[in-house]
């Protein structure tokens, strides 16, 4: 018997496999990032089909079997990048995305980090400054993952963030 787990998560990327198949690339808030399959969801009677696509909000029941995670049920909540109207809206969430992709390897619970990145990505249409706001929230990320030590944001310039992401990224070997 299998033991389903309920939740939230954050689709990364999709990567299509056979006919109908793919493989979906989820920062969960309870077991890190992960790898989950989900069987038929490319065909046009799939009720998954527009839930997991890049950069939705979604809560997902999967099962662990042998090969790994597979989806077993998805509740779509919101896909933050079909709002966004301009392109620097867009490279934010994209390079929010990539940042995390980036720095964060296995299965652990983040729900710290989830919660950070996704209220982030939801507030995109109502960020003024996305350059800052990107740079505030990769060094935040830092933070929670255990790269850099903890400072007030509004007393950092935009030099000393770069210079201490740069640095969190040198030391994490990633």
């Known amino acids: 018997m299998y033991r389903v787990y309920t939740t939230k998560a954050l689709v990364c990327g999709a990567f ?3 006919t109908a198949d793919k493989t ?3 920062f969960t808030r ?3 990032m ?3 399959a989900s069987k ?3 065909e046009e009677r799939s009720k998954q089909r527009y839930s997991l696509t890049e950069f939705s909000i979604l809560t997902v029941s999967m099962i662990r079997g042998k090969s790994g995670w597979r989806i077993t049920g998805v509740e779509p909540f919101l896909n933050v990048f079909t709002p966004l109207t301009t392109r620097e809206q867009r490279a934010f969430v994209r390079n929010c995305v990539r940042f995390l992709k980036r720095m964060v ?3 652990e619970s983040a729900a710290p980090l989830f919660d950070l990145i996704t209220e ?3 507030r995109t249409t109502e960020t003024e400054n996305l350059a800052r706001a990107e740079q505030e929230l990769m060094h935040r990320a830092c933070v929670v993952l255990g790269y850099l030590p903890h400072k ?3 007393e950092l310039t935009d030099t000393e963030l770069a210079r201490d992401i740069a640095k969190a990224l040198t030391a994490s070997h990633l």
């Open 34 to 36: 992960l790898y989950a």
């Open 24 to 26: 979906v690339q989820l």
């Open 30 to 32: 309870d077991a890190g």
């Open 152 to 154: 007030n944001m509004e």
């Open 40 to 42: 038929s969801v490319r």
């Open 105 to 107: 390897r296995g299965e």
């Open 16 to 18: 299509d496999n056979m």
């Open 120 to 122: 982030a990505l939801i």
